[in-house]
């Protein structure tokens, strides 16, 4: 966990009041909506479909138990008693009155939770790996950096109006699990030939309405130089960035219609001028935001205690902990997934009551520590293995334990049009009707590891372009119609999915994953080459035929 | 019709005849040409402090003389979500 000093508690505070003032001039009259759009939008408050929505961020998706009370509180005192978890590392409230808002942005400010840069054209939410600083064969803990990146942008005068949002993602492991590959800056922490430590900057990724996978702008830069670097990329999207065009102005198009050649050049220039500046990173500094990490004490536990030999002969939590329960940096402790896609249940969803409970069990077996990773689940980082069966007992109680993770009903959505003002599409239903066909665990483990992601509307917050099986909704004279696309995937072979076919109707979606599924299992070389291996073999066109041929 | 949000707390409003708001689909102001919508609209727009982004939205009016929603975006708005009991009321 990172400690806030006094410095982030008083901007948090100041914020809140200056929000709460301007809330009571727009209240008043004072100020017009056209006025005080830009201001709401700064601390993250939306107007929906049925209400404000307002985001709230979880930096680098590290939650203490106490924050996640908070969030939980929120919930239940200002809403109607749950939160959506993004895939950004965010929660949502979707019911919030914009009179009491001030009040939750003051309530959240006491656990050191805010929502600065969680809207508008600015620098938004650093996002990392949910198993940063727990993930075996990790370089170091990309949360130093995040951190480091969250100070530096946080309210950066040059990068406040930006030509659009921008979005870092950081990892530090050889599987990417923050999908830095579709972020507007990507950074991959490794060691050179020498040894040092610093990162692969990749530029330019981003779903929306163009996608594009990032591209590597240089393959190392040292952890010293990162700030300057980035500040010299952001300088050159700032200048050059277009405002003319909303569809246009994403730091990808400009790479794009730049090349990344010219590009990287223009940056190359920038940063010349600036590298040894005070933005070079003094070892001191990053010692002082490492040291206010702090780090279970762990014990010394056997890998295979005696309360999982017993509790194997348990056949549920067996499943479970096959599925949902990951290896640790440290012996005798795990990274346990708390499923949010329950059967039939909105991805990414939790009740206040379970928030509180996960907080409980959090301090109970996972030293107080809560992570959100970007598939819309939690985990618990630091669970020791003796604890397995008796934390499974408890998150089963409260319906997190569903042993779908990475599987077929692991679906990522966004909230599509049951409130989304954007939307043209539902994506919750789809979802939901998706994870009731595959609800036998037994035919999901078959299947193997499958991500389907739904996006409502082009702006593609379901990330459907990287899903396995992405599904888009788009409108059609009044009718909602879905394309979908396979072959895509998020991680470190990061790839756009192919459209297999015309769009189809909003009650025929199902069938054609069912049938694509179907396709795919007769398709595969063998029960472990995975969809995603298996569409990359054979192309779109043998799916096609399948799934189109009786249509 | 004319749609919006009140700006308090964010619900779904309509414009009514009486140039006020009703929390109501039912208690929305019909209106039939564009001018008319128009005129409706500006009358909306112009209650900056009481409501927040307005537009204009189509009705479809029943043989009863029943009011529904003209597309599943107000349908939506105006019966709630579709996503069923499993999510917490």
């Known amino acids: 966990m990172y400690a806030y000093d006094e410095l982030d508690r008083t901007l948090i505070n100041e914020r809140v009041s200056e929000f709460r003032d301007q809330v009571k001039r727009r209240l008043s009259g004072e100020l017009t909506e056209d006025e005080f759009k830009m201001l709401r939008l700064q601390n993250g408050v939306y107007l929906q479909l049925h209400a404000y929505m307002f985001r709230v961020a979880i930096p680098y998706g590290t939650l203490s138990s106490k924050q996640l009370r908070g969030l939980a509180h929120v ?18 409230y979707n019911w919030i009155k914009l009179a009491e808002l001030p009040d939750a942005l003051a309530d959240l400010a006491e656990v050191g939770i805010h929502s600065m840069q969680t809207s508008g054209n600015n620098t938004r939410n650093v996002t990392s790996d949910q198993w940063a600083g727990v993930a075996p064969g990790e370089i170091e803990d990309p949360r130093i950096w995040s951190e480091l990146l969250r100070q530096y942008t946080t309210l950066h005068p040059e990068f406040s109006f930006l030509p659009r949002k921008f979005k870092f993602a950081i990892t530090a492991s050889a599987h990417d699990r ?8 990507g950074l991959r922490l490794h060691k050179n030939a020498e040894g040092e430590t610093g990162f692969e900057v990749l530029v330019g990724g981003g779903l929306g309405r163009t996608p594009f996978i990032a591209k590597t702008i240089k393959p190392f830069v040292p952890g010293r130089d990162l700030l300057s670097y980035v500040e010299a990329i952001l300088r050159v999207y700032n200048q050059y960035g277009r405002r003319d065009n909303i569809y246009k102005a994403r730091i990808k198009i400009l790479v794009h219609e730049l090349g990344i050649e010219k590009f990287a050049q223009e940056v190359e220039e920038e940063w010349l001028q600036i590298r040894d500046s005070a933005l070079t990173l003094d070892e001191s500094v990053v010692e002082e935001v490492r040291s206010r990490f702090s780090y279970p004490v762990y014990e010394k536990l056997p890998h295979l205690p005696d309360e999982l030999k017993k509790a194997a002969h348990d056949p549920l939590f067996e499943r479970w902990r096959r599925n949902s329960v990951f290896p640790h940096k440290v012996p005798g402790y795990a990274i346990v997934t708390l499923s949010l896609k329950p059967i039939g249940g909105p991805p990414g969803d939790a ?10 069990l959090a301090d109970k077996y996972s030293f107080g520590e809560i992570r959100v990773g970007h598939e819309q689940n939690l985990a618990l980082p630091h669970v020791a293995r003796r604890d397995l069966p008796v934390l ?37 239903p789809i979802a939901q009707e998706l994870t009731r066909r595959f609800a036998n665990h037994d035919t999901a483990d078959l299947i193997g590891r499958l991500h389907i992601n739904i996006s ?28 979908i696309t396979i072959g895509g995937r998020a991680d470190e072979n990061a790839e756009l999915g192919a459209l297999i076919g015309p769009a189809v109707k909003y009650g025929e979606v199902a069938d054609v994953i069912e049938d694509i599924v179907e396709a795919y299992l007769a398709l595969r070389a063998r029960p472990d080459e995975l969809f995603v291996d298996t569409v990359k073999r054979l192309g779109v066109e043998p799916f096609r035929e399948r799934v189109y041929a009786t249509r | 019709m004319v749609t919006a949000n009140r700006t308090w707390d964010g619900v779904v409003i309509y414009r009514t005849a009486a ?30 402090v009481g409501a927040v982004g307005a537009y204009i939205a189509p009705v479809e009016i029943k043989n009863s003389g029943a009011i529904k929603p003209g597309n599943l975006r107000e349908h939506i708005r105006s019966e709630g979500l579709t996503i069923g009991p499993s999510v917490p009321a």
């Open chain 1, 75 to 92: 919930a239940r005192r200002y809403d109607r008693g749950y939160g959506h978890f993004t895939t950004r590392q965010n929660i949502q």
């Open chain 1, 178 to 185: 923050a999908a830095i590959k579709v972020h507007d800056i």
């Open chain 1, 351 to 360: 009740t206040a009551e379970q928030m509180d409970t996960i907080a409980d």
């Open chain 1, 392 to 428: 499974w007992k408890a998150l089963d109680k409260i319906g997190v334990a569903t042993p779908n993770v990475n599987l077929v009903s692991d679906i990522i959505a966004c909230p599509g049009l049951d409130y989304c003002s954007l939307a043209n599409a539902r994506s919750i």
């Open chain 1, 456 to 483: 409502g509307c082009i702006n593609a917050c379901g990330h459907h372009h990287v899903g396995h099986i992405g599904i888009l909704g788009v409108e059609k004279n009044g009718e909602e119609f879905y394309q």
């Open chain 2, 19 to 48: 140039h006020g708001w009703s929390a109501e689909l039912a208690g929305a102001a019909i209106v039939r040409t564009s001018d008319e919508a128009r005129a409706l609209l500006a009358e909306a727009v112009a209650d900056d």
